[in-house]
């Protein structure tokens, strides 16, 4: 449907009140007009191509057909985004553009089966197989002549990665590993494609030799026959089921009964093993951090894409929505027009810019601290850790949070399937679990708090992200700028860490081993983290905002500008509490910010629909009836509703099988 | 299975730590022992028919085979709940037993396609048709010689009641109403049974009469022929697609072009038309609100027991989990020994019994205020309302986040839709909306107490729930006490709903009508509405707790007394900003009362299983591969696996047609 086509006029007449350039702020986003232009010609390439978008919508499959179905889709999306995309890329540029665009979107409600093979099979060959490994099997990845996936969780074991009872048992006689599954717990649980697409696997196991543990340490396992796909002797696989969402991914489970493979099947680029069992360990075990930081940073970006999706739908379904009677005969307002449905909506936008712009820096520190790892030096990178657990984890907080209070803001509609809120939750809430689930996180950023604060106390010098735990700030006059509000949340920060070491220490006077005495602290401790999390957030948004912006035209920065306050007197008006407890906040402080806020509110109103616009996602990416660019939302309810396969009988076999024998009273 | 057989161990062990009589506390809760042994046959009964438990997890199928399926098993259900239950009740009372029950989540992953019509047709007739009309509709209702549902939200209309455009113009040649949908958006659109099942509905519509509105008013309507279940002329329906949850509840759509029913067919027990269309209304319009205060009590209720069945399989679950360290060389703990982890999952616990309690002393006041409705006593009608209002709407706020919470305690394996957590928080969250959206519902309370302090501040007495408003209350010295904390809750709402009306004076003066300035204040409005809240659960729970608990044993009482103080403390802390504004609590007080709440989830961690196993949820209402009884979860998680269709062939069809020739290069 082209932008020309009928459009609701509630919507079209919001367009014509936003106040600044909607194409200068896709091209602010997307980078420059050029990348706009890029990727608005890679979606069309591959959004073209034929059989690629469902006739029937997803949701009326059963769990099987959808598999088929991905599968088939999966095979043409792949062709035609390889394509479509600039030959000049290296594989990695191409591994990445897959992974972070949201074009995925519009083929597969979540993604593709082969999502693993990009994202996970390939980075770990280029990141832990030696150069001789990696030249035979990127061969082969690349051109797709197999399709691998990356299996470390275990039914049993998650988070705790030393705890995988996988074993691979070197054999010096025959020269192989053997790979065995002990115990029911420690199957394969949870890689995508591993259940009946992969025919290739890296396998993270506990390696044996000489007697002794060496470790985990990374196998690539052939798991089926190249010519029949059947699962190899000695290899047990299967799907684990149907799931909140990642449907088409094809999650399976995999266990081993002493199946034999070759030592060049260990990746030798970090531990080795020689011939006679001989293990030589890796040199520097921090180097593979990299990798799990990468993703994190990655999984804040996709946590902007889908808050902007989420945003989108919701609030140009406000704009078309009328209900309910503001003033009597006043006819129904848009419910946009009510100032609780801007406090629902507003914060997504403006949470979404701000986790975009962060991830953006986060991404240029990984690579500025991988370069220096490349050289040798480590010390930046406990920073970048405890930085990016911390983001991970307040993102994926926050993100899934706005996401149902967008779909809630929508009231009946946003529980339709059709809406696309419920499977944009879904997405989103996996990720407050995978790669580093919240809690663990939390408490790994928290761990790194207290050695500064302790670095501190011994007069050392701190990271540059957490120097202000040793700063005095403002303490006698608080002020609602945004630099008097980032003081303030240092303050908390601050007061909250302390807290929590007071805890510590109280407990550990009391007798409890220091173990103990941390786990009884923990709830503060994740709080501290939080309140660091927040002081970074916010600091960081403000400061890659005027960064970026400063060639912008003025209406433009105005309105970005919005966001930003919008932003931080949220958070200020969310966490007051903390504000009053370490800071000098005043009651008058706090009302004259709601009354700004509300001000705010009234302010971003006429630009709400422009703002969700420039997110400028294509209506196959949205695919949503409720958000779709033209407004024609009750026209599109019903139009999905009648491809329901229910629908294409007026009189459905179960009434003269069960109910007319029933009422009849023949049952 | 039975309790006999093999327990985990560490579920046992759980079970021989804690302090109470679990089979007292289930008394207690099903309020007598009679009760429980009569739950229990019944559950027995029903659940022993043959055919009406999946063999094949509902989860795996299409959703037309999910529909097929349902209807085969309703009958079953129907007729087996039928036969098991007492034949001395009323037909309301059964209806009752049937809607409060867990008992059908045994059979449906949701709800059965004949819930409407126990819950809404049989209610309706009873409460708006005149005697004639009771007289034959009932008896053909109760038999179930026809399914009936109610069709009141349109497309464009649910909230708005007044804005409904379906029209029903009464012919007075013909002695006809004329049904008619003149618009899209007047499609009747959620209704459940009403796609395929139903072949009756009550329809609400807009009634004219003589040229003139005769307001909302309900018509009995034939849908669809006895004999062929087609639909009638004039009768347009069909199914609305897939959602969130309630897939199997079969909601429809219904359009009418100008479609005749006969006047008999308005219910005409409250308003009236005569042959020549002479409309004569109802005597107190107040009266149609008793059946939905009624729902909004039931659902207060539904989330007490939805949320004891997501605590009782995170519980479970983290009793039996075990990982990472917390001691070097101690061993994997339960991750239930993580003080986070209690933190999230106790809260769940304390929440349901609060809700359960609160639902009970709702029902009181309910059947005791319909008392005064039959006596003409309309006085305390409002206070019901406003009271059932908020706290519909904060125990749907609370109950779906804890369930989240819950789901998310999990880890990966709350994602898997055997673990049945993402069904529970489908079918909660859908209460947040339907029966009154959050947001309407507390602006409806917002509305009393602005009404209630202006009456106050005129000297006239307020409602019982609403009388603190006036009272001083300590305001000099804090106390961490229960009642201390009831109390300060009690000024936190004083001093909200101060703010909120202080914002609507300042807005007015400002030039705004009356209606913008309420629009302006509403966020604070909003806000004081869950004080409000907040202050009648607490001070209920308390109260309700020492009312119905003097005759248990000691150890039980201390128990349940933990509870109530957890819940205290832990609304205490989350909303530490509010007291700091408004009462004298300090910063001492605040942290004695995070010390008193670690120590108390310490004293809780004994009954945790305990407690989770005293709401006496057999597995099959449970239906989670995480919470079963006897703690067999990775067995269970492998089982149910293995039960996907995918996994009954090792090689799937798609290989061969897509995934062999892709990556032989010849797709």
């Given amino acids: 449907?082209?932008?020309?086509?009928?459009?609701?006029?509630?919507?079209?007449?919001?367009?014509?009140?936003?106040?600044?350039?909607?194409?200068?702020?896709?091209?602010?986003?997307?980078?420059?007009?050029?990348?706009?232009?890029?990727?608005?010609?890679?979606?069309?390439?591959?959004?073209?191509?034929?059989?690629?978008?469902?006739?029937?919508?997803?949701?009326?499959?059963?769990?099987?057909?959808?598999?088929?179905?991905?599968?088939?889709?999966?095979?043409?999306?792949?062709?035609?985004?390889?394509?479509?995309?600039?030959?000049?890329?290296?594989?990695?540029?191409?591994?990445?553009?897959?992974?972070?665009?949201?074009?995925?979107?519009?083929?597969?409600?979540?993604?593709?089966?082969?999502?693993?093979?990009?994202?996970?099979?390939?980075?770990?060959?280029?990141?832990?197989?030696?150069?001789?490994?990696?030249?035979?099997?990127?061969?082969?990845?690349?051109?797709?002549?197999?399709?691998?996936?990356?299996?470390?969780?275990?039914?049993?074991?998650?988070?705790?990665?030393?705890?995988?009872?996988?074993?691979?048992?070197?054999?010096?006689?025959?020269?192989e590993f053997v790979l065995h599954s002990p115990t029911l717990s420690s199957y394969k649980w949870w890689p995508g494609s591993l259940a009946h697409t992969a025919n290739y696997c890296v396998v993270m196991a506990h390696l044996y030799s000489q007697g002794k543990s060496c470790g985990i340490q990374p196998f690539i396992v052939q798991l089926r026959d190249e010519e029949t796909h059947m699962p190899l002797p000695g290899i047990k696989l299967g799907e684990i089921g149907a799931k909140l969402g990642f449907n088409t991914v094809n999650n399976g489970f995999l266990g081993f009964e002493n199946h034999r493979i070759a030592r060049d099947r260990m990746l030798m680029k970090n531990a080795q093993i020689s011939k006679d069992g001989t293990f030589t360990k890796s040199v520097n075990s921090k180097l593979t951090y990299g990798t799990m930081v990468y993703v994190r940073v990655a999984i804040v970006n996709g946590m902007a894409n889908q808050l902007a999706r989420a945003a989108t739908i919701a609030v140009r379904y406000s704009a078309v929505r009328r209900q309910s009677e503001l003033k009597p005969g006043a006819g129904e307002p848009q419910i946009m027009d009510y100032v609780t449905q801007q406090h629902k909506l507003y914060i997504a936008i403006a949470s979404s810019h701000a986790f975009s712009l962060i991830a953006k820096w986060l991404t240029r520190k990984y690579y500025s601290v991988t370069a220096d790892l490349e050289k040798g030096n480590t010390g930046e990178l406990p920073e970048l850790h405890a930085t990016a657990c911390c983001l991970k984890a307040v993102s994926t907080l926050d993100t899934t949070g706005l996401i149902e209070r967008c779909r809630l803001s929508c009231g009946g509609h946003g529980y339709m399937l059709s809406s696309n809120l419920p499977q944009i939750y879904g997405l989103a809430t996996a990720a407050f679990t995978y790669e580093g689930e919240f809690t663990v996180l939390m408490l790994q950023t928290a761990r790194s708090l207290v050695k500064a604060w302790e670095q501190a106390s011994a007069g050392k010098p701190l990271s540059p992200t957490m120097s202000y735990l040793t700063q005095k700030g403002q303490s006698s006059k608080w002020s609602n700028s945004i630099d008097g509000i980032i003081d303030g949340f240092q303050r908390v920060a601050q007061g909250k860490l302390e807290s929590a070491i007071a805890s510590i220490k109280k407990y550990s006077k009391q007798g409890l081993a220091p173990e103990d005495a941390w786990n009884m602290s923990s709830v503060r401790l994740v709080a501290a983290s939080e309140a660091h999390a927040r002081v970074v957030i916010l600091s960081t948004y403000k400061s890659e905002l005027e960064r970026t912006t400063t060639s912008l035209s003025e209406p433009l920065r105005r309105v970005l500008g919005y966001l930003l306050h919008l932003y931080a007197f949220y958070w200020t008006l969310e966490k007051v509490g903390d504000l009053l407890l370490y800071t000098s906040i005043s009651e008058g402080d706090i009302q004259q910010l709601e009354d700004v806020y509300e001000d705010l509110l009234g302010k971003v109103r006429p630009n709400a629909v422009g703002l969700v616009d420039a997110f400028d996602f294509r209506d196959q990416i949205l695919n949503s009836t409720l958000g779709a660019y033209d407004g024609r939302v009750y026209e599109r309810l019903m139009e999905e509703a009648l491809k329901s396969p229910l629908n294409a009988e007026p009189v459905n076999q179960s009434f003269h099988k069960y109910l007319k024998p029933f009422m009849q009273g023949k049952l």
Same sequence: chains 1, 2.
């Fill in 1 to 175: 449907m082209s932008k020309t086509d009928v459009i609701n006029q509630d919507l079209a007449k919001e367009r014509s009140k936003c106040e600044f350039n909607i194409e200068e702020l896709t091209n602010y986003l997307d980078g420059s007009a050029q990348a706009t232009e890029n990727r608005r010609k890679l979606e069309n390439k591959v959004l073209s191509t034929e059989g690629l978008l469902d006739k029937i919508p997803e949701d009326f499959l059963s769990h099987k057909e959808k598999y088929e179905n991905a599968v088939r889709k999966a095979v043409l999306f792949y062709r035609a985004l390889n394509n479509a995309q600039d030959p000049n890329m290296s594989d990695q540029e191409k591994a990445n553009a897959t992974y972070r665009s949201l074009l995925p979107s519009a083929v597969f409600k979540d993604q593709s089966p082969f999502t693993l093979h990009v994202a996970m099979f390939i980075p770990t060959i280029l990141g832990q197989a030696n150069e001789e490994q990696k030249k035979y099997w990127l061969a082969r990845a690349s051109k797709m002549d197999l399709i691998g996936t990356y299996a470390q969780t275990e039914l049993g074991h998650g988070t705790f990665i030393r705890g995988l009872e996988t074993t691979a048992t070197y054999d010096p006689k025959t020269e």
